[in-house]
């Protein structure tokens, strides 16, 4: 399952907002009924996870941490505990509880951007501020893949 491309959306009063209909048919193809939603690692930015990938994340998390190590202990309880279950409505809308709206500085305009196998949430601000950056895109690529040289282009 690939999530692409990006969408915007507006919550409404109680922190309901409609999924997009594309990644909505993913998930329903993929045969998912059940989203994990949690705070992005590295981004202020909201990250909802397919069950199944979800469940693959968790399973690398505690197959890398050693049960007599605090830390890898401490991080496997906060990555877990820092989630919530949510699903989608009859009408294809999701409840974003208000903690990860005001963790996300999310007030009413969003934009879901396809990452992958899962889906992030942004405040679309934030989001066009990160996607409108193409110089920095370009040079973060260009160092991150390598320039081809002559005897790769043939």
């Known amino acids: 399952m690939r999530f692409t491309g990006n969408y915007d959306a507006k919550t ?13 048919k993913i998930l329903t193809v993929s045969g998912e009924e059940g989203l994990i939603l949690r705070r992005d690692v590295f981004q202020q930015c909201l990250v909802l996870y397919p069950h199944s990938v979800w469940n693959q994340m968790v399973d690398s998390i505690t197959a890398h941490t ?11 309880r906060r990555f877990v505990a820092d989630s919530e ?26 934009r879901f951007i396809g990452m992958d196998n899962t889906i992030e949430i942004w405040n ?4 066009d501020n990160l996607l409108n ?12 893949m390598g320039a081809f040289d002559d005897s790769q282009a043939k």
């Open 12 to 24: 409404d009063s109680k922190g309901r907002v409609f999924l997009p209909a594309a990644f909505r």
């Open 66 to 76: 050693n049960p007599f190590d605090r830390r890898g202990r401490d991080n496997l």
């Open 85 to 110: 279950s949510v699903s989608l409505d009859g009408d294809g809308r999701i409840l974003v509880p208000k903690r990860y709206l005001e963790a996300a500085r999310i007030s009413a305009e969003v």
């Open 124 to 127: 679309r601000q934030s989001a």
């Open 133 to 144: 950056d193409e110089e920095s895109f370009a040079d973060s690529l260009e160092s991150m």
